[in-house]
């Protein structure tokens, strides 16, 4: 749930993990902390990557944090039709890869750097 300006709203984030997450390959801007954060505020939180979905689960089986999906690019649509939110975000670092692929499931698009500036990151994680 989103708490700031009074607003209640769900909120859904899908992170590409290579170059958007410090875990990837190669290693992006957003800590894991951000999708932990998230997660204990009540967004819904996954991972959206070319990875193979068992790494995907693996990795965050090792950062102690439970997905609520962890899918390949081509499933986001499946995504957003498995899980009720106001909000659906993407978060990626390839123009084609994620910020396409997001438009075509619906899904707004940020680059990792716009995620930190967002208000309810400043909300949630400021504190
Ligand atoms: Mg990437």
């Given at each position: 749930m989103e708490r700031y300006a009074g607003l209640r709203r769900t909120i859904l984030i899908s992170f590409d993990i290579d170059?958007?997450?410090?875990?990837?390959?190669?290693?992006?801007?957003?800590?894991i902390d951000f999708v932990r954060e998230a997660q204990k505020d009540g967004f819904v939180v996954g991972s959206c990557s070319d990875r193979p979905i068992s790494a995907q689960r693996a990795m965050w089986e090792r950062h102690g944090i439970e997905v609520d999906f962890a899918v390949s690019k081509h499933m986001l649509a499946e995504v957003k039709s498995q899980f009720s939110a106001d909000v659906y975000y993407h978060i990626g670092?390839?123009?084609?890869?994620d910020k396409r692929v997001a438009e075509q499931a619906g899904f707004a698009f940020l680059w990792p750097h716009e995620a930190l500036a967002k208000p309810w990151h400043k909300a949630s994680f400021r504190r």
């Open positions: 170059g958007t997450l410090e875990e990837g390959d190669p290693p992006g801007i957003l800590a670092d390839r123009e084609d890869l």
